[in-house]
């Protein structure tokens, strides 16, 4: 499809695991050309991630490398290296995610890339930032980076163990990160004809990540500790038992408030002076979240989503993942992409981004290792 937003861009990716291959499947999916470069034999450390697997890669690769074409070179060799150069030069983006200075060990150093063609923008993503240089060359998992970041910290119940999100959630941001910064080079690009280098860290966007709780710290001294389900700044915006199982009630103004004490039956609470505002219920809260969690445990989840949905008050049950996909709004964000490398058809989760209405489809299933190799290198 020759009418997508990025229709006619050319992504060389030699990023693995998860950030960088989200940040080119997200530019891939609005059209670019993405070649995946990736190790003879190994490939992408992801493949292997596993089980389960579909044939020989692993349902983390192909949630990961849709709309992309690979292509196994070792870097390592001085014909890998020069394949490298060449593809670099038609291409309008480099991305890699390599420990600092081991592209210019393979004598693929950026600069020099960007030397050779001024139009190309590069990207690096590293665990920390290069301008700290006691940590720059630290290795980083997002789950180190959790740890260091604070995010660990205000996730958990109270008094329990620091607890990881349950996904690589700052492998996710960084990967939001890097695409937006790529984006915002290409539209420079387009106004100056010269390109850039645009570089994130795992850890700066991890704090960056850290929003509401950063800001609370730095311009009030509040050290937040983890507050299982609710929220530090609003309540009650959290889990309730009900009879059956837990629900969200999310009450985030007075007015919201005021009409779940009417569901409740106690309009009264809203009036009372520790709780009639946000601010008050902040404050009181060791007070409120008991009685309102009394009054939640009568009745099944489904009878008080029922109700506080009828007063408008934002509400929900926890879903599992096998919920998720067999609800209406989980099935849309369902593609099924036909697969001839693997013989098989892939379920696969959509872009959720559209224009003008319309889905942005899968054209290229995720590539099997080395699929695309003569291919791309006859086009150089």
């Known amino acids: 499809m020759d ?35 990736e190790r003879p034999e190994q490939g992408d450390d992801t493949r292997h991630w596993g089980p389960p697997f579909v044939g020989d890669d692993a349902a983390y690769y192909l949630a990961l490398n849709r709309n992309k ?5 070792d870097l390592l060799s001085h014909e890998g290296a020069e394949a490298i150069r060449g593809l670099a030069a038609s291409s309008d983006v480099l991305i890699e ?32 930032s290069d301008e700290i240089p006691e940590s720059a060359s630290r290795p980083g998992y997002d789950i180190i980076v959790q740890a260091l970041s604070g995010l660990m910290s205000v996730t958990g119940e109270p008094e329990g163990e620091p607890v990881k999100v349950g996904v690589a959630l700052l492998d996710v941001i960084t990967g939001l990160d890097m695409a937006i910064g790529i984006l915002a080079a290409l539209h420079e690009r387009s106004r100056t004809g010269r390109g850039r280098h645009v570089s994130v860290s795992l850890f700066d966007a ?25 929220h ?17 009630v999310a009450a985030a103004n007075d007015r919201l408030f005021r009409r779940t004490c009417e569901v409740l039956g106690h309009p009264e609470w809203a009036a009372d002076p520790r709780f009639a505002t946000n601010e008050d219920r902040v404050r009181h809260r060791n007070e409120l979240i008991p009685i309102l969690a009394e009054s939640f445990a009568a009745k099944t989840a489904a009878e008080w989503v029922a109700a506080l949905e009828a007063a408008s008050v934002p509400t929900a049950p926890i879903r599992a993942i096998d919920e998720v996909f067999s609800s209406p709004e989980g099935t849309a964000m369902v593609e099924d992409v036909a697969d001839p490398g693997r013989g098989t058809t892939l379920r696969l989760l959509r872009n959720p981004i559209r224009f003008d209405g319309a889905e942005l489809d899968t054209r290229l299933p995720p590539p099997l290792l080395g699929e695309h190799t003569d291919e791309v290198l006859r086009e150089r």
């Not at 309730?240 to 199982?245: I, K, L, N, T």
């Open 206 to 230: 991890g704090v960056a990540a850290m929003v509401n709780q950063a800001a609370n710290h730095l311009l009030g001294g509040v050290v937040a500790r983890p507050m299982g389900t609710a």
């Open 232 to 248: 530090p700044n609003i309540c009650p915006y959290q889990a309730f038992q009900a009879s059956d199982r837990p629900f969200i």
């Open 69 to 73: 074409r690979s292509v196994a070179v």
């Open 3 to 37: 009418d997508l937003p990025l229709s006619g861009c050319r992504i060389l990716d030699l990023s693995r695991v998860l950030a960088g291959p989200l940040a080119t499947q997200i530019l891939g999916d609005l059209g670019a050309d993405v070649i995946k470069i």
């Open 97 to 128: 995610n390599f420990r600092p200075g081991l592209m210019s060990e393979f004598g693929l150093a950026l600069e020099d890339l960007r030397l050779a063609s001024p139009r190309l923008i590069t990207c690096s993503l590293t665990a920390f």
